[in-house]
């Protein structure tokens, strides 16, 4: 493993709050001087990288990946997720339970956790099952799945509606120091549902939920959250209603933090209007109003984390009618280009975008990586974010294609990728 300096970048640092001209000296995997200027310290026996005013960040730290293995191969593999992680500038994704057979004992986890570390070039950590099944009846072994590797524990988009369950796995993961990921959402009023209520989804004819539904699970989950104590992260917070409940939340002192999914940052419902399978996620594209709220939460803090909440879904998946088609879009390659667009309409600055993309997940699960600080491991990427291309979902790296930004003008390039100083990615 060579010396690396990296000279002439535009130092993009989230935990400074920095852009500035500078360089950075990688050794041994991790980051061991920087300092401003372009041209840096001599360095004789380091490999010098002139990235010719190109941003240098810190990798990508991706919760909520769906890597399909096991059960779904066809749709994403370890390795067809690894390399779309890596050209996306992605150095850690946090992998779903949420396949099939669900990974809810030590033994499943074993085998995704060997399979990720023999096809994988990024880092992967993976979470489990908070329930046996993602059932919602009876909680996993957490301590033997943390034992295993398990970073976190969630069932995904599957309530635990049952709530002496969801208290006593609170209390249970409370005890043993672990994060659990939650889903807000009142799933009586959302089950079945394909858009977010409103005049569009009545004229559009699709059966809708009201955003309330998501204020209604969120409140639920912190009343939990003030009996047990817990550490808990809502995975996507996507409406201006659910915010004041965060709020006050993060106000009384509970350990509460929260998400939202680059595509509800960039879409809104009215991109459903022809019907476009791509576009259907969960939970369903939210109106402008709701968007704009959200990308101001981002703004302050209130919301931590953007994902990509990367789904991968066949073609027979999603060419069917709307409200039949299956939810979800990929989205480990347009993660940054999308989250680009909020920095080209200047809602949004570099150091905000990788607060909430690196440094804040990273902090979430305790991770050293999402820095730029002397001793991060280097875990990088460098990229050019004014390069504009038009987005064909056929080049894309995952098994899967259902991006909702197919044929659509991008701004901002991935040009290189490393994972503990070692390139996984060059842009030819």
């Given at each position: 493993?060579?010396?690396?300096?990296?000279?002439?970048?535009?130092?993009?640092?989230?935990?400074?709050?920095?852009?500035?001209?500078?360089?950075?000296?990688?050794?041994?995997?991790?980051?061991?001087?920087?300092?401003?200027?372009?041209?840096?310290?001599?360095?004789?026996?380091?490999?010098?990288?002139?990235?010719?005013?190109?941003?240098?960040?810190?990798?990508?730290?991706?919760?909520?990946?769906?890597?399909?293995?096991?059960?779904?191969?066809?749709?994403?593999?370890?390795?067809?997720?690894?390399?779309?992680?890596?050209?996306?500038?992605?150095?850690?994704?946090?992998?779903?339970?949420?396949?099939?057979?669900?990974?809810?004992?030590?033994?499943?986890?074993?085998?995704?956790?060997?399979?990720?570390?023999?096809?994988?070039?990024?880092?992967?950590?993976?979470?489990?099952?908070?329930t046996k099944g993602r059932e919602g009846r009876e909680m996993t072994e957490i301590g033997f799945l943390l034992d295993a590797g398990a970073v976190a524990f969630t069932d995904c988009d599957h309530v635990v509606t049952n709530t002496k369950v969801f208290s006593r796995a609170l209390t249970y993961a409370r005890s043993c120091g672990a994060l659990v990921i939650a889903h807000p959402q009142e799933p009586g009023l959302s089950n079945g549902a394909a858009a977010t209520s409103g005049k569009f989804a009545a004229l559009r004819g699709l059966a809708s939920v009201s955003p309330m539904a998501e204020r209604m699970g969120l409140d639920r989950d912190i009343a939990l959250l003030e009996m047990?104590?817990?550490?808990?992260?809502?995975?996507?917070?996507?409406?201006?209603?659910?915010?004041?409940?965060?709020?006050?939340?993060?106000?009384?002192?509970?350990?509460?933090?929260?998400?939202?999914?680059?595509?509800?940052?960039?879409?809104?419902?009215?991109?459903?209007?022809?019907?476009?399978?791509?576009?259907?996620?969960?939970?369903?594209?939210?109106?402008?109003?709701?968007?704009?709220?959200?990308?101001?939460?981002?703004?302050?803090?209130?919301?931590?984390?953007?994902?990509?909440?990367?789904?991968?879904?066949?073609?027979?998946?999603?060419?069917?009618?709307?409200?039949?088609?299956?939810?979800?879009?990929?989205?480990?390659?347009?993660?940054?280009?999308?989250?680009?667009?909020?920095?080209?309409?200047?809602?949004?600055?570099?150091?905000?975008?990788?607060?909430?993309?690196?440094?804040?997940?990273?902090?979430?699960?305790?991770?050293?990586?999402?820095?730029?600080?002397?001793?991060?491991?280097?875990?990088?990427?460098?990229?050019?974010?004014?390069?504009?291309?038009?987005?064909?979902?056929?080049?894309?790296?995952?098994?899967?294609?259902?991006?909702?930004?197919?044929?659509?003008?991008?701004?901002?390039?991935?040009?290189?990728?490393?994972?503990?100083?070692?390139?996984?990615?060059?842009?030819?």
């Open positions: 493993m060579s010396d690396i300096l990296f000279t002439n970048a535009r130092l993009i640092d989230p935990e400074a709050g920095t852009d500035a001209i500078g360089w950075l000296n990688v050794s041994d995997g991790r980051i061991v001087a920087r300092g401003d200027g372009a041209q840096g310290p001599d360095a004789p026996d380091a490999e010098r990288i002139d990235c010719g005013g190109k941003c240098l960040a810190p990798g990508i730290v991706d919760i909520g990946v769906k890597v399909c293995e096991p059960g779904e191969r066809h749709k994403e593999s370890y390795k067809s997720a690894g390399l779309a992680a890596a050209a996306g500038g992605v150095t850690t994704i946090i992998t779903r339970p949420d396949t099939a057979p669900v990974i809810d004992t030590p033994e499943t986890l074993e085998f995704v956790t060997r399979r990720a570390q023999a096809d994988t070039p990024v880092n992967v950590l993976p979470m489990a099952a908070l047990t104590g817990a550490k808990y992260h809502a995975d996507q917070i996507t409406t201006a209603r659910a915010l004041p409940a965060l709020e006050r939340a993060k106000r009384n002192g509970l350990d509460i933090t929260a998400g939202t999914s680059i595509h509800h940052l960039t879409l809104n419902e009215l991109d459903v209007a022809d019907y476009r399978t791509f576009f259907k996620v969960k939970p369903p594209l939210r109106s402008e109003d709701d968007r704009q709220a959200v990308i101001e939460a981002v703004h302050t803090g209130l919301i931590d984390t953007i994902s990509s909440m990367h789904t991968p879904q066949d073609e027979e998946s999603k060419r069917l009618p709307f409200e039949e088609a299956a939810s979800g879009a990929v989205a480990l390659e347009t993660l940054l280009p999308a989250a680009l667009r909020l920095y080209h309409a200047e809602q949004l600055d570099l150091p905000t975008l990788f607060r909430a993309m690196a440094l804040n997940p990273a902090k979430r699960l305790g991770l050293a990586s999402g820095r730029l600080s002397e001793g991060a491991p280097a875990d990088l990427v460098l990229f050019d974010p004014d390069v504009p291309f038009v987005l064909d979902r056929f080049t894309l790296k995952s098994k899967s294609q259902n991006t909702p930004f197919d044929g659509q003008r991008m701004q901002g390039r991935v040009l290189a990728t490393y994972v503990g100083g070692t390139p996984v990615y060059r842009r030819d």
